[in-house]
């Protein structure tokens, strides 16, 4: 019997459980992040080729095994993806392929640059790619 708090990781044979059960999530959380997904392919909206389902954390934002995304329209790293690659980070996407993504923003390569622990920092409002990229790529809730 499958738990009722899995998340999907990367490709559909891949799955990690929740490091807490469904109810200790924030609702934050539970809207944007711990949706449900028993198959990769009741992934819609997003498409599949941009919707994600891995991304690497940056070192100093990790604390719990998984990457908060705000919704559109909040303008903060709720966590702070990796930037270990040249300045970027290597994106997976549902239909299976990857992408490498470099860091647009001189704001998002600051926040990289910082050391210790890197929580909640701003983004530029209303003009980030950096993260309007990633935003863009989590899928709806519930998985449409």
């Known amino acids: 019997m499958k738990p009722a708090h899995v998340q999907v990781v ?23 992040v711990s949706a449900i997904i028993a198959l990769l392919s009741q992934i819609r909206e997003p498409s599949p080729a941009r919707a994600l389902v891995f991304i690497d954390e940056h070192e100093g934002s990790i604390e719990n095994g998984r990457l908060v995304i705000a919704p559109r329209g909040n303008w903060v790293w709720a966590d702070f993806p990796a930037s270990r690659h040249q300045n970027g980070g290597v994106l997976s996407r549902a239909d299976g392929h990857v992408a490498y993504w470099r ?24 003009q980030d790619r950096d993260l309007s990229c990633v935003q863009d790529g989590v899928p709806g809730v519930p998985v449409q």
Do not use: D, Y
């Open 10 to 32: 990367g490709e559909a044979r891949l799955l990690a459980i929740a490091s807490k059960p469904v109810a200790a999530f924030t609702l934050m959380e539970l809207l944007v």
């Open 103 to 126: 860091w647009l923003e001189p704001n998002t390569l600051s926040i990289a640059r910082q050391k210790g622990w890197i929580q909640g920092p701003s983004a530029v409002p209303g």
